[in-house]
C-alpha cells in the first residue's frame, strides 16, 4: 500500500521562506508522481505542484511559479516543496499525494494516496 506522510508546515512571517516535505512508503518515487495540493479555509482544493522520473519538467500552478520549488532525494525516498517569498495567499492547509506513473495522472486526479495535511500560514 503506497502512503505518504507531510511534514515540515509552519507560521512563517511575509516573504518568509519554508520548506514542505514528503515521505513515501509502500513503494518508491522512481514509480509514482509526488504532487503538492493546499486548501484555504473557504475555498477549493487547488493543485501547486507536481513531479515525477517520467516527466522532463515539473508541473507548477500558476500563482507559485518562480517562488516554489519542488525537488526530490531518492535515497530518502522523499519529496520537497521549497517556498520562498511567501505571501497571505499561500496559507493553507498543504497535502501530498501519489498517483501513479507520471504528473499526467496526478493532474487528472488520479490519487493513489494522501497525507494528513500540514498547515502553513503566512
Known amino acids: 500500500e503506497v502512503q505518504v506522510a507531510e511534514s515540515g508546515g509552519g507560521l512563517v512571517q511575509s516573504g518568509g521562506s519554508l520548506t514542505l516535505s514528503c515521505t513515501i512508503s509502500g513503494t518508491t518515487f522512481d514509480d509514482v508522481a509526488i504532487g503538492w495540493l493546499r486548501q484555504a479555509p473557504g475555498k477549493g482544493r487547488e493543485r501547486v505542484s507536481c513531479?515525477?522520473?517520467?516527466?522532463?519538467?515539473?508541473y507548477y500552478e500558476e500563482t507559485v511559479k518562480g517562488r516554489f520549488t519542488i525537488s526530490s532525494d531518492k535515497a530518502k525516498n522523499a519529496v520537497y516543496l521549497q517556498m520562498n517569498n511567501l505571501k497571505p495567499e499561500d496559507t493553507a492547509v498543504y497535502y501530498c499525494s501519489a498517483a501513479n506513473h507520471d504528473c499526467l495522472s496526478w493532474l487528472g486526479t488520479m490519487y493513489t494516496a494522501w497525507g494528513q495535511g500540514t498547515q502553513v500560514d503566512r
Open positions: 513531479m515525477s522520473t517520467k516527466d522532463i519538467s515539473p
